[in-house]
C-alpha cells in the first residue's frame, strides 16, 4: 500500500480509535485530527458527567494514542468554517468524518417550548464545561422533571439531586461548581415510557444514583411490571438482570429522609408540559406492555408539578457541508464506512465513523468496532484514490493560518492539559477545566509556567 495522508474530522473517541487502528494496521499512514474545539477527546471531556471516574481511565488511553509520532492534532478548526472539502481533498489521500452527535433529538408534545424546558444535550454541554455555551445556568426549580429512560436522564438527576460540594473531588470547572451551589432542587423526577426490563440504563449508572448520602432513590411500584417479554430479556441478558434487580432493591429500600430525592417512574409517557408562561407541571399517560416489549398508553393521566423539565430522548447528529446525509435517520449515509452519494455510489476517499456512521446508541467502547470496519473499508480503497495535489505535512497547517484561523497543535494542547492539571493542584484537585474557549486558546497559544486564575465566575441569582 502506498502511504497515506489522512484527515480525522473529530477528535473525539469514535475518530481516535479510528486513528489508533489506522496508524497500527498501515506503518505508512500518518492521521491529522482535525477538530473544532481547543480540546480533544469530545464526548468523554463534553458529554459525561464530571463524577464517573471510570471516564479518567479512557482519557488517559485516548491521550496515549494522541501523544503518537504518527498523529497531530489539529484543533480549534471548523469544517465548513475554516476548511472545505475541497480543501481537505488537496491535501489528503481520504477523509474521516468522526464528528458524533451533540444536538438533542425533539419531542413533540404542547408546552416543550415553555420557559424552564430545556434540551439534555445543552445542559450535559454547561456542567461538562463546554467552551461554547453560556457560563451560568438557570437552577431556580425545586421540583424537575427528566423525560428519558437512558444513562444521560440519569447523569441529569444525579447531577441535579447531588450537592455541588460533592463535586470538588472531580474536574468540575469552577462556574459549573459555583451554578449547582444556587441549585434548588429537592426532588427530580425521571419518567420512562416502559417497564423495568425495557429501559436503557446501565447497571453501574443506575447504582452510582444512591452513592450520594444526600440523596435518597425512589422507584414507585406503579408500573413495574414484567411480563413474559420482559422475563425473556431478563433470563437473555446479565445487563438487564442486574438493572432490574437493582431497580427492585430500590423499590423495597425505606427512604433514609435525605434532603434530595431522585424518584423513578416507570410506564409512564409525557404527553403535555403544562404552563402558561413558563412550566408548571408535566401530565403523563400511564402505559401498559404489549407482551412484545412495547407500550400503549391507557388513557389514565397523571400530572406532576414540577417547574422545569429536560429532556433527554436522544442525540442527533448535525448535516456537515457537502457531504450527503440522512436527515431521517440521523447519520451521514454509507456502505460499512464508505460515504454514498445521492445515488448510493461511494464517494472516493470520503469515510465516516462513530455515531454520525450508526446513529447515537451503544457505549464509547462501541465505536471500536465502527472504526476496525470504516478502517478496513479505507485500507482496501486505498491504491485506488485519486493522489492529493499537496503531500506537504506544513501544507495544511500554512491554509489555515492563511485563512485566519488561530490553530491549537500538539504542543498547544499538551499546554493546556498542564494548566488544568496545574490549577486542579493549587486547589487540592486532579483537574479543573479551562472554559470559555477564549481562555482555552490563550493559554494554548501563550509560554504559562504556572497557573493563572480562572476569570470571575458570573452566575444568576
Known sequence: MRDLRLAMVGAGPAGIYAAD??????PGAHVDLIERLPAPFGLVRYGVAPD???????????????RRDR??????????????????????DAVV??????????????????????????FVSWYAGHPDVPRDWPLEAREVAVIGAGNVALDIARMLAKPADEQLSTEIADNV???LKLNQATDVHVFARRGPAQIKFTPMELRELSH??????????????????????????????????????????????????????????PVEVLGDDRVEG??????????DGTAKGTGEYVDT????????????SSHLPEIPFDHQGGVITNDRGRVLDLDGVPLPGLYVTGWVKRGPIGLIGHTKSDAAETIASLLADLDTLPQPEIRDPQGILEHLVARGATVIDSDGWARLDAHEIALGETSGRERIKVVPREDMIRVATADISGPVAPRPVAVNR
Do not use: W
Open 21 to 26: 487502528i489506522v496508524t497500527q494496521e498501515h
Open 212 to 269: 450520594s448520602p444526600s440523596v435518597d432513590v425512589i422507584v414507585h411500584p406503579e408500573g413495574f411490571e414484567i411480563d413474559e417479554a420482559s422475563q425473556a430479556a431478563i433470563n437473555a441478558s446479565k445487563g438487564t438482570r442486574l438493572v432490574v434487580d437493582t431497580l427492585l432493591k430500590y423499590v423495597e429500600a425505606e427512604p433514609t429522609g435525605a434532603p434530595h430525592r431522585i424518584h423513578i417512574h416507570l410506564c409512564h409517557t
Open 282 to 291: 408535566l401530565r403523563t399517560e400511564v402505559t401498559q406492555l404489549q407482551g
Open 52 to 66: 464517573h471516574p471510570r471516564i479518567k481511565e479512557i482519557v488517559k488511553a485516548l491521550q496515549r494514542v494522541v
Open 71 to 92: 498523529i497531530r492534532f489539529v484543533g480549534n478548526v471548523s469544517y465548513g468554517v475554516d476548511l472545505k472539502l475541497d480543501d481537505l481533498r488537496r491535501y489528503y
Open 177 to 179: 461548581y459555583q451554578g
Open 97 to 122: 468524518f468522526a464528528t458524533g452527535a451533540m444536538a438533542d433529538r425533539p419531542l413533540d408534545i404542547p408546552g416543550i417550548d415553555l420557559p424552564g424546558s430545556y434540551g439534555a444535550a445543552d
Open 305 to 316: 408539578p414540577v417547574q422545569a423539565v429536560y429532556r433527554a430522548v436522544g442525540y442527533l
